[in-house]
């Protein structure tokens, strides 16, 4: 599985947009691109994830450049409750299952 | 409320004894994923279950194990307890391959 290398820390502005970056330069053509997020002791929640297009729900948008060495999760308008631990995750769609290993993330904090 | 439901949610236990945590995955989903975070170590992928088989093993220890059953529901047994073992216990299941994890809320174990 591709590692992922994360800023270990990021702050964002109530009502501003917070992009978090991950790269990914050594992932192979195979590797979705995941992310999670986890608010203080809860369970880790799913954002979205992507391939190669870039994706957007209602949580959040995903940017994947065109070589897929990198991306950008962009929360448009941050709250506090987005404060957490923001997880970029390569998962290979090839095995017939997939399992999630959870580096150290980005812890983001969003003030007032 | 992920549809993942854990119990206990809270178990303190001594030294040596034994103990089982217990997972109901979200309704539909086949697989099982269990994991382990500590303070020091992180989201540790212990093992994974896919319809009753066992698809996948992390960093288990061998004084742990897991089964999942025909209702799909999944217990993992922890034995000979240790200090180190104390630590936030999550499970969690999906669809299958390209679908996000759903997480449970955890279920935090301390060992005195």
């Known amino acids: 599985d591709a590692k992922t290398t994360q800023p270990p820390s990021m702050d964002c502005a109530e009502g501003r947009a917070a992009n978090l970056p991950c790269n990914h330069s050594?992932?192979?053509?195979?590797?979705?691109v995941y992310w999670y997020r986890q608010i203080h002791s809860q369970g880790p929640q799913y954002i979205i994830h992507?391939?190669?297009n870039n994706e957007t729900n209602e949580m959040a948008s995903l940017i994947i450049t065109e070589d897929r060495k990198s991306s950008t999760l962009i929360l448009p308008h941050a709250t506090l409750r987005d404060t957490a631990v923001y997880y970029c995750?390569?998962?290979?769609?090839?095995?017939?299952?997939?399992?999630?290993?959870f580096g150290k993330g980005t812890m983001l904090l969003v003030s007032p | 409320d992920s549809g993942v439901t854990q119990t206990p949610k809270h178990l303190i236990t001594a030294t040596g004894q034994r103990v089982t945590l217990r997972c109901s995955p979200r309704?539909?989903?086949?697989?099982v994923y269990w994991y382990q975070q500590s303070l020091d170590q992180g989201l540790q992928f212990l093992i994974h279950y896919y319809n009753g088989e066992e698809r996948a093993k992390g960093n288990i220890l061998e004084r742990f194990s897991a089964q999942q059953f025909p209702d799909l529901h999944s217990e993992l047994n922890l034995s000979s307890l240790e200090l180190g073992d104390s630590a936030l216990y999550f499970c969690a299941s999906n669809e299958g391959e390209g679908y996000g994890y759903t997480f449970g809320s955890g279920t935090r174990l301390t060992v005195v």
């Open positions: 992507g391939l190669k």
């Open positions: 309704s539909g989903d086949l697989s």
């Open positions: 995750i390569a998962v290979p769609t090839n095995s017939g299952y997939s399992t999630l290993t």
């Open positions: 050594t992932i192979s053509g195979n590797e979705y």
